[in-house]
T-cell receptor, first 116, second 115 residues
Framework: DSGVTQTPKHLITATGQRVTLRCSPR?????VYWYQQSLDQGLQFLIQ???????AKGNILERFSAQQFPDLHSELNLSSLELGDSALYFC???????????????FGPGTRLTVL | GDSVTQMEGPVTLSEEAFLTINCTYT??????LFWYVQYPGEGLQLLLK?????DKGSNKGFEATYRKETTSFHLEKGSVQVSDSAVYFC??????????????FGKGTKLSVKP
């Protein structure tokens, strides 16, 4: 158990809908990262938050957004869903925000999103 | 931009065989290198890491050495077990190359170990 929790575990929805994925980082970790794992694209970094502020953006679509709340949990919002958004979405957390020489990230179990 | 290339699988081995999974990288800064493992139905777990050239990471019998001259970080294990069956991901985190510490992953290599 990494200490990172994600809910829900599975999500099935229809095209055009909007969903919210939730992540609670390990106790004491200030940084949250979101990754998407799909068969064709592999594991891709989406976005990072550090202590409530956006720190870095990767290959995140404009239809997707995220935020980190004062209690440090994070939510990833996916809207106008398309079939191609079906994937496993992972959250990871780390103590620091990446400006050190080493940045170990601890991964949650993931949320499997299926868009029908 | 930064990238990681690892050998494509699947790799099927018999128990007690020697394992090598090749990984090479491209980075503009001074990356840290990682191997993560994903067991069926689970999230990713850090297997081992190396933060500078010539460092050797090791854990659970797995080893990998950070080779800057060949930009490689190959994963090895002398004697695999059935319980090692999983998907292995090579990754880098480039702290000065603009990626702000996020991980860049290879496509993963699925390992199956037969008894």
């Amino acid at each position: 158990d990494s200490g990172v929790t994600q809910t829900p575990k599975h999500l099935i929805t229809a095209t055009g809908q909007r969903v919210t994925l939730r992540c609670s980082p390990r106790s004491g970790d200030l940084s949250v990262y979101w990754y998407q794992q799909s068969l064709d694209q592999g594991l891709q970094f989406l976005i990072q938050y550090y202590n409530g502020e956006e720190r870095a953006k990767g290959n995140i679509l404009e239809r997707f957004s995220a935020q980190q709340f004062p209690d440090l949990h994070s939510e990833l919002n996916l809207s106008s869903l398309e079939l191609g958004d079906s994937a496993l979405y992972f959250c990871a957390s780390s103590v620091e925000g990446g400006y050190s020489s080493y940045n170990e990230q601890f991964f949650g179990p993931g949320t499997r999103l299926t868009v029908l | 931009g930064d990238s990681v290339t690892q050998m494509e699988g699947p790799v099927t081995l018999s128990e007690e065989a020697f394992l090598t999974i090749n990984c090479t990288y491209t980075a503009t800064g001074y990356p840290s290198l990682f191997w993560y493992v994903q067991y069926p139905g689970e999230g990713l777990q850090l297997l081992l890491k190396a933060t500078k050239a010539d460092d050797k990471g090791s854990n659970k019998g797995f080893e990998a050495t950070y080779r800057k001259e060949t930009t490689s970080f190959h994963l090895e294990k002398g004697s695999v077990q059935v319980s090692d069956s999983a998907v292995y991901f090579c990754a880098l985190s480039d702290h000065y190359g603009g990626s702000q510490g996020n991980l860049i992953f290879g496509k993963g290599t699925k390992l199956s170990v037969k008894p």
